[in-house]
């Protein structure tokens, strides 16, 4: 077997970290990590048994040397196993972890990051944007005046608004699981089979895991469309290499493939979901973000009875929406499962059958997630910043209804005419 | 004045056409067209008065040497203009064509041929990907069997075969346009002041103009997506430069930029479409690919009656919803704009208050003109090919109303029952 795509490997790396299978007196323990040298660190020579090649031309990141390597009968010494968790002596004992899920932190801490990048990612596209539309020219000036600044046409600040609104999303989204993903670390680290907590713990890690797989994917597909949309906004100066626009795209865009592909991760973050719902069906209260699923009832009989179109796009007439639209595409992805089973398909098959309303599922789950961190971070922030954050917040609500008006009217938590007023002078969804 | 990104400018062109203003005798006869040798043939060295430079490095089409051009004081002899519509004598008398709309036929074809080009794009990067996506196994194999191949998982299907609907649908409406084109350009060539026909070729002229600016933003955008869905729809191959998913994108992406940003063209394609509603509303018959918004009442009263899931989903049912709703839309910008002016905007303060209706008016009317385009060819296809392109078409309808079902809902020609009836097995729109 080849692994493909090492970063590093194909001419600058001495050493690798291999999961491999860890087979002790022929029983196997699943996958462990191991430092394997691949070179020697003066010469450079590869090791014996090593054979690596350059994987050749990229979309970006050209500055990486990705590889291939080949191992064959490569021997390393028992120390050089990373025995953080399981344990190896040199007699051949093997001591494995209080509990295996301790090892779902490496995978997390990966999309806790990538969900922190994309924010950062779409800022800094943002910036060169917004920059540049307040001081490009372009048409439309009154006789013997300037031409009018493009940030000033109502259809820029259409392309570029939302997209703002967005990123801070992901920043206070960011932030905070970033918090949830430390605190849940440092509690695991201590935490023993048979703790009063456990079962609280890993109800969060399970939490965790299972959403930080919907946001790692919508908040990577965010931010490169963001890039994008950021570098048409430019013009041609987009399409030039001097914006960095085209660049920052390319090397972002691997972010919606590597740490597992974004369409299988909602996949994914939508099992999850499932569970969730048949969790709480069968009477158990679910926490945190999924807590909309415990008393369905009430909830998906909730109807918005605003009137004017200030009452129709409060900050808590946006949070009620997005509770009950995800309540209502979460519960219908799980009796699609439901009745998947009912037909006799096994598990595997009947999640396989609902592949799409669990995407849709995810998406809706997800960005509603981003919503209501953002809408907690205005919460926490300083006066001053308030007002101005909560009109953004306000923003980013409006402009997630807007693209999924379908579902908002699907659900008929709102009326078309109380989707109208939200959509104000404008005439729905962007692009 | 500096004009920059000209083609074949920095190091290669010899000659070049210059778009500037004609004046004879102190008099301004609007932009026409010269060739202006820029280097000697045989030296290359730069003619007198011409500067050009290199405009560095870009996001694609590395092989075309974009410059720029400063002239000052340049001397061409007169016989350099090119005189097909203007004409100027050796003694300075200036003949102007009989019909100045002559000169659009330029504009009008580089539209054209890119929503040729945006079909075919799409075609080649599908092609890429549904092949590969054949003999790509991954997971979920029973034991002692192959993987499956990633085609035969719901979700791809789902990734890829919408998109490749919408290359037909820019395929069949590439041909139409065309043929639209040739016909209005030839019989152009020949039209003069008085021709009896002269109104139904000045406004069959209109409507190709407009429609033309809409149909390329939204083929070029529509390929442009298709492109990177097909290059993450790859995995890391799709990343990798082998695959050549990643410079199709690049090299592509300056069709939403170039010849009229994307976003300037809809907002022009929905200035066109208000102009053809008020037309319409002061009771004047439109024509051709608008003709829906002659009896707009009964048109808007229109409900779908389908009681099945098949019933839901006919060609013909499709047909009408797209009519419904883009008399809707055009319906909704028209009354927009008419606000303005009843405000007391002038008339271009009250397009730019619209921007937003006039951006969706032309979005839904493109997809529509897509949509029937692909309906028509459908049926004039040879009889064997008309079973597996009435699917494809219909995938492609359900696929347009399913993105903007909240536009298909509000205007409730579907009540939320029929929508879930085409969604399916399916929970609504995709990524």
Known sequence: ATKWWIGGAAQTATHSVVFAQLIVNG??????????????????????????????????????????????HVRIPRSYMLMKHTK???????????LQQLTYGALIQGRVAMVVDSGNVAKKALTIAIRYAGIRRQFGGKPGQPETKILDYVIHQHRLMPLLAQAYAMHFTGVEVTRIYEDLMSRMETLRPGDKDLDSVLDALKEVHGTSAGLKAFCTWNCLNTIDQCRQACGGHGYSAYTGLAATYSDFAVHCTWEGDNTILTLQAGRYLIGCYRDAKAGNKQAGGVAYLNDLPSLLAKRCSAKTPEDVSTLEVISDAFLLVSANVVKKAGEDFEEGIKKGL??????????????????????????????????????????????????????????????????????????????????????
Chains 1, 2 share one sequence.
Request: proline share 6%; aromatic share 12%.
């Open 27 to 72: 029983k196997r323990y699943g996958v462990k990590n191991f430092v394997v040298p691949l070179r020697d660190p003066s010469t450079f020579e590869l090791k014996p048994g090593i054979v690596i090649g350059d994987i050749g031309a990229k979309m970006g990141r050209h500055g990486t040397d990705n590889g291939w390597i080949q191992f064959t």
């Open 346 to 431: 096994n598990q595997e098959d009947a999640y396989e059958e609902c592949s799409q309303a669990r995407l849709y599922a995810a998406k809706i789950h997800s960005f509603g997630y981003l919503y209501h961190r953002f809408k907690d971070g205005v919460a926490r922030a300083p006066a001053e910043l308030k007002p101005i954050l909560s009109k953004l917040c306000q923003l980013y609500g409006l402009y997630n209804i807007a693209e999924n008006s379908g579902a908002f009217l699907q659900y008929e938590f709102f009326n078309p005419r109380q989707v109208r007023f939200q959509e104000g002078g404008g005439g729905g969804a962007g692009p």
């Open 88 to 98: 190896v002596s040199r007699r051949g004992d093997v001591k494995e972890p209080p």
